[in-house]
């Protein structure tokens, strides 16, 4: 690794692999994982608009292909995008809770 500061690097190019490694400090030594490793076991989330259309560019993402969900409290903060060609009926639950929010895309 060069002595060249993170803010002069270039940005990496899209889309990574998994495969990149990156720079650590874990408790006081230099060390390196892959991105895969990282993100491992996580949700990421990631979407890309351009105008009225996006593009599902990573994990994190539930697709939901039938024409009917409901909702539970496992999909607080989760983006839920319906792929059916056709109307989908969403159900919520009474108690989902204070605070509760997802993203519904069709």
């Known amino acids: 690794m060069s002595d060249e500061k993170i803010s002069a690097m270039p940005a990496a190019t ?56 409901t909702l539970s409290a496992t999909d607080n903060g989760k983006i839920i995008y319906c792929t059916a060609a056709t109307a989908v009926t969403i159900t919520t639950l009474v108690g989902l809770g204070a605070g509760f929010s997802c993203v519904i895309i069709q």
């Open 14 to 69: 899209d889309p990574l692999t998994g495969s990149e490694l990156v720079p650590l400090l874990q408790g006081g030594a230099n060390v390196q994982d892959t991105v895969a490793n990282l993100t491992a076991g996580r949700a990421v989330a990631g979407l890309s608009f351009t105008g009225n259309s996006f593009q599902v560019t990573s994990g994190g993402v539930l697709t939901e292909s039938t024409t009917s969900r």
